[in-house]
């Protein structure tokens, strides 16, 4: 007998991923995604210096869209971010002034983003990031598996903002050991949680978007109820055992039906209330262009190698690794990701892209 729906964090990919020149489709809110301020004037000064765009900020990124050109766009994910302070940069159409600077880490590869407010004398671009990136910070035990954690306070789960307790099982078996571990288990909106009865320090924290499958195995000890982390928290595989076979089939159930009741609309966690009225989904974003929807934006396109290249981090890295290049005869460093050797020597836009131009 078995649930298995997979893993929400599977395929939540605006929180963990920078992704440049994205569609207008991925600028929309994913389920549970909330969007939490709007500053339009706000320029990239990085990689399109001199552009106005506007900024959306949301519980999980912030995407930045030029308003001259739909296509030039950027998300970046809250889990990408090394680090968030204020620089002072030359802007094109600011001149000197303070900047919002953002280091950030995807795919073992940097980049630096710059924003600048084109409004003079309005801080909203700096509290409202820093803000949401320090709540996103702080809410991690909604998104994370959490083993032999302070959840507890005298055998009393400490619950998270937005967080309810469903249900509390006594005689839960943990069987993880030969022996196995007699304990508690809480089923909350959030999570699962179990600690063990003679050491609450031996607990699991267990949240929703990180449970692949919910089911029932048969095990040395019996049936058994099983819990399968996603593979990005460690594909941990979790035994349980209950008594008897009635209950430990109704706690499967009722576990499996919270979690695709939460798969359907996440809870993330990030709470950040600003001054501003909230802004309204359907006025942030721009008009679909059918051109740019129908020519979607691969990791082909000359533009998106263009647009990466744009943001690297600059400072001092490690020599990459030296290769023998066939094509031209001759030993050289490995060219990172994303890039080809056909792409460093171009200098115009290859020849399948200009004619796509033209169509």
């Not at 298995?4 to 929309?28: N, Y």
């Not at 971010?81 to 280091?103: D, F, M, Q």
């Not at 699962?192 to 267990?206: G, H, R, T």
């Amino acid at each position: 007998m078995s649930a298995t729906t997979g893993a929400a964090v599977d395929s939540i990919w605006e929180h963990r991923e920078v992704r440049f020149d994205i569609l207008l489709s991925q600028m929309k809110m994913r389920p549970g995604e909330v969007l939490i301020d709007k500053l339009d004037s706000i320029e990239d000064t990085k990689g399109n210096s001199g552009d106005r765009g506007r900024l959306l900020v949301t519980n999980l990124r912030i995407i930045w869209h030029s308003q001259t050109m739909q296509r030039v766009s950027l998300s970046v994910g809250y889990s990408c971010v090394l680090n968030i302070t204020t620089k002072t940069v030359n802007s094109k159409l600011r001149g000197l002034t303070e900047a919002l600077y953002l280091l950030t880490k995807c795919n073992h590869t940097r980049f630096e983003f710059i924003f600048t407010n084109l409004v003079p004398g309005n801080p909203r671009l700096f509290t409202s990031v820093i803000g949401v990136y320090k709540a996103f910070n702080s809410s991690k035990m909604y998104r994370e598996l959490k083993l032999r954690g302070a959840i507890l306070d005298t055998k009393n789960l400490k619950l998270l903002p937005m967080e309810e307790i469903v249900s509390t099982v006594n005689g839960v078996w943990n069987l993880s050991s030969d022996q196995g571990n007699l304990g508690t288990m809480i089923i909350t909106n959030v999570r699962v949680v179990w600690y063990a009865n003679m050491n609450d320090l031996f607990n699991i924290s267990i949240p929703y978007i990180q449970i692949a499958s919910v089911r029932l195995r048969e095990s040395k000890f019996g049936m058994a109820l099983v819990l399968e982390s996603s593979e990005l928290s460690g594909g941990y595989i979790l035994g349980f055992r209950i008594d008897p076979v009635e209950k430990l089939q109704e706690i499967q159930k009722e576990i499996a039906s919270l979690h695709k009741l939460y798969s359907s609309m996440p809870i993330f966690g990030i709470q950040y209330v600003t001054q501003e009225e909230p802004p309204n989904e359907t006025e942030v974003f721009p008009v679909p262009d059918t051109m740019d929807e129908i020519n979607e934006i691969d990791d082909d396109n000359y533009e998106t190698h263009d647009a990466f290249a744009a943001y690297l981090a600059e400072g001092p890295q490690k020599d990459r690794e030296v290769v023998f290049c066939r094509e031209l005869g001759v030993a050289m460093e490995k060219i990172k990701d994303g890039f080809t050797l056909e792409s460093l020597w171009s200098v115009l836009p290859p020849e399948p892209n200009k004619k796509a131009l033209l169509e």
